[in-house]
């Protein structure tokens, strides 16, 4: 067991008022004498306030502590003055040395049942410590807000500002990387993220660019002229909100021409192997998402791997699928998806004239026709009557006279009058283009021509083509 003397003055008022270093060591030895201890150590700090922690003596003497040795103190005013947390974090470093704490001025001694009781005092002292200090710091950041300076580091802003010299907001070396994104206008998140990285640029924390990087710019509203300060924290309470100026780094109009839906930046899209991820539905309506069937680290190498469109339980909102009952079996062949697609394309755009092909390719109201239950009567009829000549229910004779009275009422109904369009461009090479695209290539028109395909029991359907209006 050592004893180990800790001493510290700060001013010569302090000798005044009996705090000297003579008169500290002398009171200390005393009371090593009274108790019996010998061999005491001196650590004296002499000129330092007490609110430092790079005390050289007192680091010295919790480098030198071992179990069982013994720290004394004049008053823990001495052993630091930076406030219950300060000090509770010494007396910590003792105890955890196995050492014992004793101060003479408040009768302090950390192995009895009051020493333990004034180190609870202390921590209890020192969480108060920690709110008001909270509750200081959260005021004079909300107040340094109200007055337009942002009370953070830059690195907590958005891409393309910085705090100034004076704590506000102004453009930082990256706001001409937020407009090169911007000016990229809907293009693809990845294919502007791969634009950044062969220009050699970083991005926001020193690393190759990355889609939700570029997404968080591009809707980020920079052209608002300020930043809401406290939205992240309190993202349900705007009227907590304080807006801080800030430099519009782009117009309205250039971030409104770059915000786009998701199927365009689709979280699945690979155009090189899915080109119609965010352009098919299931038959249910659910958008299919690509996926490689049988890939996987427990798939064998030999393993048959195929390209596939997947109804998936997370994005219909679902168990199964509506259509066939099933939950992710019901995938669609991504290959032979992809050819019917273009083929049915290019047959579109081929006969934009057609009245079948009009109203999808315009976006005007398919053609209605009055004569629709009449017609459909008739072929029911005709129907029937195929079946009782089968079944021998009726003479066959019999039979070809009412089926030509029945021709003659289906021929004798006037046919769906279709809007003859003269102002139709010639789409032929359009439709060429989409015949021999890649899959990268048919993944830009279709979102250029913003098609939209369904699936069904009859294979794939055009649903739309918007806003293709010719």
């Not at 270093?21 to 002499?46: I, N, S, T």
């Not at 971030?255 to 899209?269: E, G, I, L």
């Not at 459909?376 to 070809?400: K, N, P, S």
């Amino acid at each position: 067991m050592t004893p180990r003397i800790y001493l510290r003055v700060s001013t010569a008022d302090q000798a005044e008022k009996g705090f000297s270093l003579d008169a500290q060591r002398e009171k200390a030895l005393a009371w090593c004498r009274y108790e019996g201890l010998e061999g005491a150590r001196l650590y004296p700090d002499a000129g330092l306030s007490g609110k430092r922690d790079d005390r050289p003596a007192l680091t010295q003497l919790l480098r030198d502590l071992q179990a069982g040795d013994v720290v004394i103190v004049y008053a823990l005013s001495r052993l630091g003055r930076g406030g219950a947390i300060q000090l509770l974090s010494i007396i910590g470093q003792i105890r955890e040395a196995g050492a014992r704490l004793v101060s003479l001025t408040e009768h302090i001694d950390t192995e009895t049942s009051a020493g333990r009781l004034m180190l609870t005092i202390l921590a209890a002292l020192a969480e108060l410590e920690v709110e008001q200090t909270r509750e200081r710091t959260e005021a004079g950041r909300l107040e340094a807000a109200r007055q337009g300076i942002y009370p953070h580091a830059s690195d907590s802003l958005p891409t393309g500002w910085m705090r100034g010299e004076d704590g506000r907001l102004v453009e930082s070396p990256d706001a001409d990387v937020v407009r090169l994104i911007f000016s990229q206008g809907r293009a693809p998140y990845n294919a502007t993220a791969e634009l950044l990285n062969a220009q050699g640029l970083t991005g926001p924390r020193g690393g190759r660019w990355q889609v939700p990087q570029v997404r968080r710019i591009v809707q980020y509203p920079y052209w608002q002229g300020y930043m809401n300060y406290r939205q992240t924290v309190l993202p349900d309470q705007p009227a907590s909100w304080i807006r801080i100026p800030a430099p519009a780094l782009v117009t309205q109009d250039v971030w409104q021409a770059a915000q786009r839906d998701a199927r365009t930046n689709h979280a699945h899209k690979r155009p090189d192997k899915f080109p119609l991820t965010g352009h098919l539905l299931c038959a249910c309506g659910t958008p299919l998402q690509g996926r490689d069937q049988g890939a996987g680290p427990a798939v064998k190498p030999t393993h048959n791997r195929r390209r596939a469109y997947t109804c998936y339980p997370r994005v219909r909102g679902s168990d199964t699928c509506p259509s066939n009952g099933r939950s992710t079996r019901n995938w669609y062949t991504a290959e032979e998806i992809a050819d019917q697609a273009r083929a049915l394309l290019a047959t579109y755009l081929s006969g934009p004239s057609d009245p079948a092909h009009l109203h999808v390719l315009t976006g005007l109201p398919a053609a209605t026709d009055p004569h629709a239950e009449e017609r459909a009567d008739v072929e029911r009829r005709l129907t029937a009557l195929a079946r009782m000549q089968l079944d021998g229910a009726i003479d066959y004779a019999d039979y070809r006279t009412l089926r030509a009275e029945l021709m003659a009422q289906r021929e004798a109904i006037p046919p769906v009058s279709t809007p003859i369009r003269s102002d139709l461009p010639d789409l032929t090479n359009l439709a060429e283009a989409v015949c021999a695209s890649t899959n990268e290539a048919l993944a830009e028109l279709l979102d250029i021509l913003d098609v939209t395909f369904q699936i069904g029991d009859d294979g794939v359907a055009l649903r739309s083509v918007r806003p293709f209006a010719l």
